[in-house]
């Protein structure tokens, strides 16, 4: 009785878990960004301060609560040389965060070149897609009309899956929330379902 009353409990009270992958180019911020997430949605959690936050090799694994659904992002390692190793996280992703350097003018170009390389990987259609265009609050930035021109972003929809483009700082956590809680009302609403919780 106590395994079944249980095995209940966490089915109808344990959130929806979502996999988002978080891609880019090197030193885009996606690392400085999961921790300003991590910071914002753990109460108990105070963060590293942006400074001391290194490169990512490989893999970085974050999880928090947002609204009624639970949050787990992949921030994958944006060197060239890493970016084979993205594909494999595809498969098992309800939604993409791509984030683009504003105040890195030279990687504009690998940056548009491996975004487009992501919207052609048949493993991610449909799935909600938040571009992030980060630092531009960094002195002369490239604007964000020339970023939406490059990247085609224009569009509510891109391909047949909802996107939307949304300026940040994930230094100072400018935009970040409103951005990461558009991104959780189109997982809600997509048609590749969230991990359930286990009634074992």
């Not at 040389?81 to 965060?97: Q, R, V």
Request: charged share 20%; net charge neutral.
């Amino acid at each position: 009785m106590y395994t079944l009353t249980k095995g209940s409990y966490k089915y109808l009270f344990q959130k929806d878990e979502y996999y988002v992958v978080v891609i880019g180019m090197d030193n885009a911020g996606k690392s400085t960004l999961v921790e300003r997430f991590k910071a914002t949605y753990n109460k108990n959690y105070r963060g590293f301060r942006p400074e001391t936050i290194t490169q990512t090799i490989g893999l970085n694994v974050a999880r928090f609560g947002v609204s009624s659904v639970k949050l787990v992002l992949w921030d994958l390692g944006g060197q060239q040389d890493l970016h084979s190793i993205w594909e494999k996280y595809f498969a098992e992703a309800h939604g993409i965060i791509y984030v683009i350097d504003a105040a890195d003018r030279q990687s504009l170009d690998q940056s548009r070149l491996a975004y487009n390389k992501m919207l052609q990987n048949a493993d991610l259609a449909d799935i909600p897609l938040l571009i992030l265009v980060n630092k531009l609050d960094v002195p002369d930035p490239v604007p964000l009309a020339d970023i939406n021109a490059m990247f085609s972003t224009f569009a509510s929809v891109i391909g047949d899956r909802p996107a939307r483009v949304h300026p940040i700082s994930a230094m100072t956590g400018d935009n970040c929330k409103e951005g990461v809680e558009w991104l959780v009302s189109c997982l809600k609403l997509n048609i590749r379902q969230p991990n359930q919780p286990s009634i074992s």
